[in-house]
């Protein structure tokens, strides 16, 4: 059996510093995370209340595209993020069983601890069954490897997408 003393101290620093390194290194790798938008659509009543939620870092990079200061500390520079997010998310404006638009509405953003949400409604003349033309490219211009997640809640169940 070895015993710890018994090996040379050159050998127990080398063997010391290489375990901080790799623990280092590994805390560095769980630290990372990838950029990416997860959308909720809920039915509730007559219409759609949709939640955007991204990283506060991604939407900092949001703001500085649409021209903003790079900070989110207030309501003018969350601004640019809804604004960003309402060119960008699209629900179907009619279906063919409507006879009147569709309008999707932005109602604001906020930000809270790490993360920035934005809220839309969406009021189709009535539920429909196939949101297949839902698009969604959120961050896409800005970081080409970002994620995107859609989970449609209705009455009838729960639908889940990712772009």
Same mark, same amino acid.
């Given at each position: 059996?070895?015993? /710890?003393? !018994?090996?040379?101290?050159?050998?127990?620093?080398?063997?010391?510093?290489?375990?901080?390194?790799?623990?280092?290194? !590994?805390?560095? +790798? +769980?630290?990372?995370?990838?950029?990416?938008?997860?959308? $909720?659509? +809920?039915? +509730? $009543?007559?219409?759609?209340?949709?939640?955007?939620?991204?990283?506060?870092?991604?939407? /900092?990079?949001?703001?500085?595209?649409?021209?903003?200061?790079?900070?989110?500390?207030?309501?003018?520079?969350?601004?640019?993020?809804?604004?960003?997010?309402?060119?960008?998310?699209?629900?179907?404006?009619?279906?063919?069983? @409507?006879?009147?638009?569709?309008?999707?509405?932005?109602?604001?953003?906020?930000?809270?601890?790490?993360?920035?949400?934005?809220? @839309? @409604?969406?009021?189709?003349? $009535?539920?429909?069954?196939?949101?297949?033309?839902?698009?969604?490219?959120?961050?896409? $211009?800005?970081?080409?490897?970002?994620?995107?997640?859609?989970?449609?809640?209705?009455?009838?169940?729960?639908?889940?997408?990712?772009?």
């Amino acid at each position: 059996m070895l015993k /710890l003393t !018994s090996l040379p101290r050159a050998l127990l620093g080398r063997v010391a510093v290489r375990s901080l390194l790799l623990l280092t290194i !590994s805390m560095a +790798v +769980v630290a990372h995370r990838g950029s990416g938008v997860w959308t $909720d659509m +809920v039915w +509730v $009543d007559d219409h759609f209340d949709i939640t955007h939620r991204l990283h506060a870092a991604d939407g /900092l990079t949001i703001n500085r595209f649409m021209g903003g200061t790079g900070r989110l500390d207030n309501l003018k520079e969350l601004a640019f993020v809804a604004l960003y997010v309402d060119q960008r998310f699209m629900t179907p404006t009619r279906t063919a069983s @409507q006879s009147r638009e569709s309008p999707l509405t932005t109602l604001g953003a906020e930000i809270d601890d790490d993360f920035v949400y934005v809220y @839309q @409604q969406w009021w189709p003349a $009535d539920r429909p069954t196939d949101l297949s033309h839902i698009t969604n490219s959120l961050l896409g $211009d800005i970081i080409p490897a970002s994620q995107r997640f859609l989970r449609i809640e209705t009455p009838e169940g729960v639908q889940e997408r990712h772009f």
